[in-house]
């Protein structure tokens, strides 16, 4: 498939909260429980994701899209949330969410966004990245370890209603913005 990547509108709320929803239920069967994920429903995710895309920058959102425009996977990144996961040195970015539709899974929609989130996080001049993830979800830390992040260490507590859930933190480094030569003037 044909992944093209743009900048998430308030337009794409209702589509990106469904595939939310969709990605939850898929993924996180067995390591989430049952009752919570039967609950989620996309239409109480909509405001949210509203407020989420109308952030000014750093936040941003990035979907795939394929030809008839329907949204396979999107990208949220935004300035570090927690003062704790900020580098000591580095001004830190923070990959806040990435889901692909479980129907587009494998077919690059979630890679695309990924690269042109943190294309974005290096242009808004951050040089470091963090994301949490469940530590049971082996699916996105294979996929997370094969585009560069690393597990730093850091664990802790994610409570989901009733449920406790160990939470891991990655990082990586963010290459310097590639400096555009200056051409010599013609006279």
């Not at 129907?103 to 949490?132: C, I, M, P, S």
């Not at 994610?158 to 933190?169: A, H, K, S, T």
């Not at 310097?176 to 010599?184: D, F, I, K, L, V």
Request: proline share 6%; with cysteine; net charge negative.
């Amino acid at each position: 498939m044909q992944w093209t990547v743009r900048v998430g509108e308030p337009e794409d709320a209702h589509e990106i909260a469904r595939i939310n929803v969709d990605a939850w239920q898929h993924a996180y069967r067995g390591l989430v429980d049952d009752a919570v994920l039967d609950r989620m429903l996309p239409e109480s995710r909509v405001p949210g994701w509203l407020r989420v895309l109308a952030l000014p920058a750093p936040s941003r959102v990035f979907v795939a899209v394929e030809g008839s425009g329907k949204i396979g996977a999107y990208c949220a990144v935004d300035a570090v949330r927690e003062a704790e996961d900020a580098h000591p040195d580095l001004n830190t970015g923070e990959l806040v969410a990435i889901y692909a539709d479980p129907r587009y899974r494998g077919t690059g929609a979630g890679h695309q966004v990924h690269e042109a989130a943190l294309k974005h996080l290096v242009d808004q001049g951050f040089r470091y990245a963090v994301l949490w993830v469940f530590q049971d979800n082996a699916g996105s830390r294979a996929f997370y370890e094969a585009h560069g992040w690393r597990h730093d260490g850091v664990v802790h507590r994610y409570e989901l209603g009733e449920q406790v859930l160990p939470e891991v933190r990655y990082a990586r480094f963010l290459p310097a913005p590639r400096r555009r030569r200056a051409h010599p003037s013609r006279v």
